[in-house]
C-alpha cells in the first residue's frame, strides 16, 4: 500500500500564506529589511525571560486576566496591549508576592505601562482614568 504524505496543518498553510503576503512588493508592509526586522525581533523574543507560571498567586490570574480584559475593551485599546500587560503582570508575578488586594493595583499598572509603549501616546490611559474605569483606587496611599 502506498502512504499518502503528510498534508501540512492548517497552521502550517497560513504562515506559508502570510509570508507570501509579505514578501509581495504590492504589499503595503513589503519592506526590502522584512528579514532583519524578522531576526531582529527573534532575537528580542529569545532574550526575554522565561515565564514559569509558578507564582503562588497563580489562583488570582484568572481573575486579573478578566478584570485587563474589561478595562481593555472599556477603553477601546489594542489586543497587543492587553497581551503585553498580562505578559508584564506574569513576569511579575513570577518574582514577586503580595497581598491579594494588591495584585489589582500591579495589573493595572502592566496596563498603564503596556498602553504606553503599545497605543499611540494620545490614547494611553491615565492612572485616574484607569482608577475610574476600574473601580478600584490607584492614588493617594494604596501602598
Known amino acids: 500500500s502506498t502512504e499518502e504524505a503528510p498534508r501540512p496543518s492548517t497552521t ?22 522584512r528579514e532583519d526586522i524578522w531576526k531582529s525581533l527573534l532575537e528580542q523574543e529569545a ?9 503562588p498567586q497563580l489562583e ?4 486579573l486576566v478578566q ?27 513570577d518574582a514577586h508576592r503580595l ?13 498603564s505601562l503596556a498602553a504606553k509603549s503599545e ?5 494611553a490611559p491615565t492612572l485616574k482614568t ?3 474605569i476600574s473601580g478600584i483606587q490607584l492614588c493617594g496611599k494604596t501602598f
Not at 502550517?12 to 529589511?33: F, I, M
Not at 488570582?60 to 481573575?63: I, K, M
Open 12 to 33: 502550517t498553510v497560513n504562515v506559508k500564506q502570510d509570508l507570501n503576503y509579505l514578501t509581495d512588493p504590492d504589499n503595503e508592509y513589503y519592506n526590502e529589511y
Open 47 to 55: 532574550e526575554k525571560p522565561p515565564i514559569h507560571l509558578q507564582s
Open 60 to 63: 488570582f490570574r484568572g481573575t
Open 67 to 93: 478584570q485587563l480584559r474589561d478595562v481593555t475593551k472599556k477603553l477601546d485599546l489594542s489586543l497587543a496591549t492587553l497581551h503585553s500587560a498580562v505578559a508584564q503582570l506574569d513576569l511579575f508575578m
Open 99 to 111: 497581598r491579594g488586594d494588591r495584585l489589582t493595583h500591579v495589573a493595572l499598572a502592566c496596563l
Open 119 to 123: 497605543e499611540k501616546k494620545s490614547r
Open 130 to 132: 484607569l482608577s475610574k
